[in-house]
């Protein structure tokens, strides 16, 4: 059998408002001008000036808040922070590298170490990013917006076996991304770039590595793994041997494609860059930093199962989701203000069916509905009570999303309510008794299921309002005289 021995180097576009070492702004960031006019981003070289597009003369200066997401980034993976960094270039010539150079780091990284999910990490950089080909009608352009955008690379430690770990990998440093507000880190966006080394060997040695990459999405990250040991498994097992190379994902194909030999290693010629200081990390605020790591979606897993009562499987709706998790804790702490016994269950329910049901179905996210936590709790409050039916909690919803109102006053005002007065319902089961007398016979005669049919034809009456716990006792009652 062979072991495969996969390592993953993850690019990281970060969301600073600016670029890395001039004052164009980001397309990659979420918030601020460049977003928000929405416009920069479509339109090609826009976000340029001459340090960016490398004119002669121009210097760099770094952003200060993109070693500062890196060294958070660090901090929250447990990493080891040096007391001194510095960046590098990095030669190559390539019509995306306006320099002819790439401002990156080589010795001294800004982090090294570090461990997620017991995959160890090897060390953690900043560069910068290039500028985007497009390739139209045989004609080759350059989009400089993306040149110098803040990129942060993660390189882990080849201690990754399958596909899958690979993507459980990806998958929680994407979600540590967000809580730290370092990216967006959207694959499909480009954001996040996963490449992956994947070799196998039947000893403890390295089998010869293979560079994965165009992986735009976790499920190409899973799939280009797999197939890229079982190609290898069959190289080997035909008694060839695996070519070092740069191989590619075709998304169409599900297979992995040769692009480049590595043969001959590539000379980078790294050198200190001149051009800016090295980096004196005391004279950073980590304490600050530190300080600005909040709860890791690890952590929140454990209190979430602990705090609320909830399976492994129920809480990662909320990791991955929250905006809904904060609408979960605000509704559930309403909850317990008024019902301190009540256990979460029914209002996860709830949220995650009904309340998740309409906000998917009008496209809108949690911020956008109309049902404030307060209002959310009481509702449950008058399931729990019993006091309304699963049926009318489910219009209820809808009616309260529409009006903006708490529910006992759409229940006043649409006489919702559920009916458990005995007398009222005692009068229509006497009705439903005589207008079926066949149907009463075959209960009497001991066919003990006809007594949903006459609860049904009860719960008509009312329009699903009777209280059916009420209904099928008076029944029984009833039909046992
Ligand atoms: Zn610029």
Redesign the pocket.
Known sequence: MYKPIIGLEIHVELKTET?MF???LNPSASSGQAASSGQEEKQPNAN??P??LAHPGTLPKANKKAVEAVLKLGMALNGKIPETSKFDRKNYFYPDLPKGYQISQYDKPLVLGGELKDIKITRVHLEEDTARLLHQNGDSLVDFNRA?VPLMELVTEPDIKTGEEAVAFAKELQLILRYLSISEANMEKGQMRVEANVSISKDDKFGTKVEVKNLNSFRAVKDAIDYEIKRQEEVLEKGEKVRHETRGWDENKKITVSQRGKEKAHDYRYFPEPDLPPMDISKFDLDGLRAQITELPQQKRERFIKEYDLTPEQVEIFIENRDLSDYFETSVSELKSELPSANCQLLYNYLTSDIRGLINELEIGIKKLNISPENFADLIVLAVKGEISSRIAKDLIREMHASGNDPRQIIKEKGLGQISDEKEIEKIIQQVIEENPLAVEDYKKGKQNIIQFLIGKTMKNFKGRANPELLKKLFEENLSK
């Open positions: 670029k001039c004052g164009c340029i000036c340090i960016c110098g």
